[in-house]
C-alpha cells in the first residue's frame, strides 16, 4: 500500500501549473494559429505571405540592425562604466550604480514620453530623425541592463589575475584584451542577449520615440493583432521565436552566463 | 661586504599607506643564487617589500636596485622579475599549456641583422610557436606535471595549481622569482613535500628566490638567509642557524622555535642569573644590565636528583614522537624541557643548561617612556591621547597642590603646570590591562605577547600607534581590543624644560 506523502517535489506543484498555463499552451496557441488559415486547417500559407512580403522581411532586417547597433552602443558605453564602478579604489560602488539603475524604476512608458519631448526640446524630432531619436531611446532604456551584468562579472574579477599578467610581462592594453576582455567574456554576453532580443521586439520605443515612422518586429505583431489578422501575428511571433533561439543557441557555448543574469534582481 | 653578487638591493625602502607605515627604511640586498625569506606575523611589511620588488607597489622613499640600476619606478611588466602568488592567481580562461606559455608569447628577445647597408643591427622578434612549445614543456616538466599540458585549469587541485603557477614564472627565466606564501592554502602534508621540492628546484634553476612566509618551520627548512620582520622593521638578518641560535631580541627568539624566554639581569663576569640562580655564561653585557635570557627547551639537560642546577618539579609531559615535552615549575617559572627521556611526573627533578646554550639579548626597552607627554588643566597627563590621573608635585621635590590645583613649592613659589611638556615613565607591570574598551583611558589593540617564564609581556598598541608594553599573568590573545589603566602614583614624570617657565606670578 503505498500512501501519498508530502515529498519537497510538491513544492514544484504550484510553478508547474503555472508553467502549463501561461507559458505551454500559450506557445501551442501560437504555433497553432501561426500554421492554420481562418477555417482552421493546417496551412503553411501565413508563412509564405509573411516571407513573399517586402516590407516584413524590410521589418526583420531594420529590427536586427536596430538591435545590433543598440547592443553594440550600450557595450561601448556600459562596460567602462561597469569596470570604473567594479574597481577596488571605488567609493561608494553602490550609491554610484543606484544612479545608473535608477532609471528603471520610473514607468516605462512614462520614462520613455518624457524622453521623446526632452529630443524634440533639443532639437531631435522624432518625426524627422526617426532611427536617430529610436536609437536614443533604445539606448536609454538599455543601458542598466547592460551595467548590471557586466559589474557583477567585473566585481568577481580577481585584482591578482590583473597583476599577474602584469608581472608576466604583459602591457597595459595587453592585460585588457589577454585578460580583462576574456574574463569578462560571460558578463558580456548575457549583458547582450539581455539587450538585443528585447531591442529586437519592442515596440513603445519606436511607436513614441520615432513617431510611427519605423516599423520594427514588435510593431508589426502589434499591427497584425490589433487588425484581427491573429494567424498572421502568430507567424510573424514563430519567426521572432526563432531567431531569439538562434541567437541563445550562438551563445551558449559561453559558460557561467546564468550566475551573472541571476543577479538581476 | 662583498657587492660583486648583489642582484637586488633595498636602499631606505620606506612604504606609507595613508599615514600608516608599512615598511620603515628597509636596507637590505640579496646574493645572485640565494634563498631569502621574509619572516614575520601577518601585517610585519614582507608582502609589501615583495610587491615593492615585483613592481606593485612604489616605494614612498628610498631606492630598490636591481644589478646596480635603479628599477623603483619601473612598471611590473618591464622587470626581469616573475611572482608565484599566494591563491596562484591563474587564468580560468586559459588551459595549462596557455597559461604557462602567457608570459612566453608576450616576449620578444633581441636578435642580429644586417641590413641592406651591410651593418649589422639588432632587431626583435617573438618567439616562435616551436620555441614556446620546448620551454613549456621544460617548465611542466621541472614542476612534474608534464601530462597536463591541455587540462582545464578549474579540473586540477590546489596543489597542482600551485605547480602551475609555479610553472608558468620560472618559464620565463626570471632573474629573480618571488614567492608570496605559495604554500599557504594548501593542507600540511602537500606543503611538506612542497617545501622540498621547492628547494630541488632552486638548486637546480640557480635563480634567486625570495620567499614571503609566516611559518617559522618553512623558512628555516628552505632558505639560506632570513629576514625576520616585525612593524615594518628589519629585527634580524641571518642563517637559519644564526636566527635560531643567536636571536638578537625576545621578538625573535618567541618567533621562531620554541623556547623558554626569562628576564635576567647579568652580574658581570659571564655570569647570569635568572631562575633564581646565577648561571655561567658565555655573552659579555655591562654588569647589573637587565636582559632578556632565551634557552630552548632541547637545551635544558636532566641531571642527578639534587646535583643540577636548579631544581624544580616537573607538572606537566605530553608525548611528541621523537621526545617529550615536559614541563618544569621552579618556584613561580614554567621551564619547558624536551627529552627523549621518560620521567614520572609531579616529582622534584634537576636540571642543567650549559654555558654556551645559554644565550642573552639586550632588551629593547626597559620600561614605557613617552617623550611627547604633556600636563592638562586638570593636572593630568596626557599620554598617547588619553589623559591619566597623576602626582604633578612630582616634578618639584617637596612640593604640595593647592586647593585651586597649583603646586606649591617648599619655598612658597607657585607653579602652574598647564600644557607644560613631561616626560613619562611607566613600568610594564605598572599598567592594567582592562577587557573593554570603556573601562581604561585608553585603548588599543593587542598586537603581540611574549611569555616570560612566569608572565607575559604585551604589547597594544593605539589607533595612533602608541604603545604600551605590559607585563601580567593573564593570558590575553592577539587583536583583542582592550584598554590600559595605569595608577596615578605609578606613573614618574619629569619635566622638559626649565620649571622657572610655569611659575605663576
Known sequence: MSKIKFTRKWLALPYALFMILFVVIPLFLILAYAFTDAEGNFTFNNLLTFFGNGSSINTILVSFIIGVANTVICLLIGYPVAYFLAHRDMKMPAVMMLLFIMPMWINFVLRTAASRDLLFWIGINGGEYPYLATMIGMVYNYLPFVILPLYTTMTKLDYSQIEAASDLGARPRQTFTKVILPMTAPGIVSAATMVFMPTMSSFVISDVMGERKLSLIGNSIQLYFDQGLWHMGSIVAVVMLLLIAIGMFATKNVQKEDDVRGTML | MDKENVIIELVGVSKVYNETVAVDNFNFYVKKGEFVSFLGPSGCGKTTTLRMIAGFEHPTEGKILLNGKDISELPPYERPVNTVFQKYALFPHLDVYD??????????????????????????????????????????????????????????????????????????????????????????????????????????????????????????????????????????IGTPEDIYNEPKNAFVADFIGESNLYEGVYMGNRKVRFLNHIFDCVDDFAANEKVNVVVRPEDVTFAEAGKGMIDGILTEKVFKGIHYEYTMMVGRNEVTIQSTESKEINLPVSVNIAPDLIHIMKKDMLSNVYDDAYIDNDNRVIIAGGAFDCDVTQLIPGSHLDEEGYVVAPDGKMYDFKDADVLADVAFSDIEIVDNEDGGVVCGRIVSMIYLGNHYQVLIRTEDDEDFVVDTEYTWNEDDRVSVLIPAEKIRLKLRGEASKYVKN
Open chain 2, 99 to 236: 597559461n604557462v606559455a602567457f608570459g612566453l608569447k608576450l616576449k620578444k628577445i633581441p636578435y642580429e641583422t644586417t641590413d641592406k647597408q651591410g651593418n649589422k643591427v639588432t632587431k626583435y622578434r617573438k618567439l616562435t610557436k616551436a620555441e614556446i612549445s620546448k620551454k613549456v614543456t621544460e617548465a611542466l616538466k621541472i614542476v612534474d606535471l608534464e601530462e597536463f599540458e591541455w587540462r582545464d585549469i578549474t579540473t586540477l587541485s590546489g596543489g597542482q595549481q600551485q605547480r602551475i603557477a609555479i610553472a608558468r614564472a620560472i618559464v620565463n627565466e626570471p632573474q629573480i622569482l618571488l614567492l608570496d606564501e605559495p604554500l599557504g592554502a594548501l593542507d600540511l602534508k602537500m606543503r611538506k613535500e612542497m617545501q622540498l621540492e621547492l628547494k630541488e628546484m632552486h638548486r637546480k634553476l640557480g635563480i634567486t628566490f625570495i620567499y614571503v612566509t609566516h611559518d617559522q618551520e618553512e623558512a628555516l627548512t628552505m632558505s639560506d638567509t632570513i629576514v625576520v620582520m616585525k612593524d615594518g622593521q628589519i629585527q634580524q
